[in-house]
């Protein structure tokens, strides 16, 4: 019995006889009684002009979202699941794509699914209509749009953990979030990427309904089969965001939010693609290179050289004073006993091929993570890089230090790392989640334009 039959016979039928249908709780596949739309709505790939609104559901569905700039949705349009020609009519998560949007404007919208019953290819037909009666909203990218974002890294799907960061990041109440990296594990399951992003066992279900996210991917949010295609779940980015030479590149962002632009990079694998463990099956060094044209036109983008402050995002690190950390380039298979692990702490390839690009542009902050261990490293620009570097914290609510290669340390803690512009400087903020006191502060000044 799989799990979703699992609560179908259990939970769902028992919520449905006690007749409380609580919202987004993960009722039964369908039967008839439970709710279609099993989740709240989840915004995906902040951007100017569109937004992604990803949700669950509990069987065959045809998503649509309603959206307007009227609170009361009197404007509102419809817009459906999937892009031209078919729908995206399927039984699990329902991915919308709002396009056409204005800059640093404030949208309404509210969710709905048709039930499908399918039976072929002239045999199909509604069944019902559900629709979330709560009427969410967003605001677009842009230059209007106040300077503050929250950055979450390595928080692996334990739930405790995300629910602590949810918690903080509504206190803070950002422009946006950037989730980076490592956000699952290994997910052979479409279902079990569902539990991580669309319906976590937090308090907060809502956690990203008002609040849009964007997501930079680690190393393990492409392992596992269902991992290997995680857009299914979490969409790439919209193609009119980059050049058609970067069309697979769904991934990389290049966004303007008030006085900072935010510049997103992807650093892949943290081992090599000769590593015999796995079997050919991965493709970074190519991905790796492609991101640097990428990278040189979005630097060179209006709304990116035009802001005074410029932050890039990216999993692994770009820098290492540690030479006992592996920098991800030791061929054939990433073992050397000079370093401490046989994977990558820090990606020397992508700080050779992205690096020099962002110390041209005068980048202030490079925000990573992957290490599972807080720290903070200057810039050092007589040495060719101008840009200082902040490696947010672990998963782990305690010093339990299981992680291969890590000891225990009392800097092992999750992070909310929270950066605001604050009367002409870039003030960053690193909330400790464990103590929930502040770790440490940072202010950069404008980049010379
Ligand atoms: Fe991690
Ligand atoms: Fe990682």
New binding site residues.
């Given amino acids: 019995m799989d799990r979703r039959e699992f609560i179908g016979a259990g939970a769902a039928g028992a919520i449905a006889a006690s007749g409380l249908l609580k919202p987004f709780e993960a009722l039964a596949k369908d039967d008839g009684d439970g709710r279609l739309i099993i989740s709240a709505p989840m915004l995906q790939n902040w951007a100017e002009t569109s937004m992604g609104v990803a949700f669950a559901v509990s069987s065959m569905a045809n998503g649509y979202v309603l959206v307007g700039e009227r609170e009361d949705l009197s404007d509102a349009r419809k817009v459906v699941c999937g892009g031209f020609r078919v729908t995206d009519a399927n039984d699990r998560v329902m991915l919308v794509r709002l396009t056409g949007l204005k800059p640093s404007t404030r949208y309404y919208y509210r969710i709905g699914a048709d039930r499908i019953s399918y039976q072929g290819g002239y045999k199909m037909k509604k069944t019902g209509n559900e629709e979330d009666p709560t009427v969410y909203s967003f605001t677009t990218a842009g230059k209007g749009v106040p300077a503050s974002f929250c950055v979450i890294n390595?928080t692996?799907a334990r739930m405790d953990t995300f629910g602590l960061a949810t918690e903080k990041i509504a206190a803070l109440a950002p422009s946006c979030v950037v989730w980076n990296g490592?956000a699952t594990n290994v997910q052979e399951t479409i279902e079990s990427q569902v539990e991580i992003f669309l319906s976590p066992a937090i308090e907060r279900k809502d956690y990203a309904a008002n609040l849009p996210y964007i997501f930079c991917p680690?190393n393990?949010d492409c392992r596992g089969w269902a991992g290997r295609h995680l857009e299914k779940v979490m969409m790439f980015r919209q193609p009119e965001e980059r050049a058609s030479r970067d069309w697979d590149l769904g991934r990389n962002f290049a966004v303007r939010m008030g006085e900072v632009a935010m510049i997103g990079l992807d650093t892949a694998e943290d081992k090599l693609d000769s590593n015999p463990r796995f079997a050919g099956l991965f493709s970074s060094v190519a991905y790796r290179e492609a991101q640097v044209e990428w990278l040189r036109d979005a630097l060179c983008r209006e709304e990116i050289v035009s802001a005074p402050y410029l932050v890039a995002f990216c999993h692994i690190p770009l820098f290492d004073d540690d030479p006992t950390h592996n920098p991800g380039d030791i061929a054939p298979a990433d073992f050397d006993p000079r370093y401490t692990t046989d994977y990558a702490l820090w990606q020397r390839t992508c700080a050779g091929l992205w690096g020099p690009l962002l110390h041209a542009a005068g980048c202030q902050l490079v925000v990573s993570?992957?290490q599972?261990k807080y720290r903070f490293l200057d810039a050092d620009a007589e040495g060719g890089r101008c840009w200082a570097q902040i490696i947010g914290g672990s998963?782990e609510l305690g010093l339990k230090g299981k992680h291969d290669g890590f000891a225990p340390d009392p800097t092992r803690f999750p992070t909310v790392i929270e950066g605001k512009v604050e009367a002409g400087r870039l003030n960053i903020t690193v909330h400790n989640l464990l103590t929930g006191a502040v770790q440490d502060r940072f202010s950069f000044a404008p980049r010379p334009l």
Avoid: R, S
Wanted: no cysteine; glycine share 12%.
């Fill in positions: 390595d692996h490592d680690g393990h993570a992957h599972h998963p």
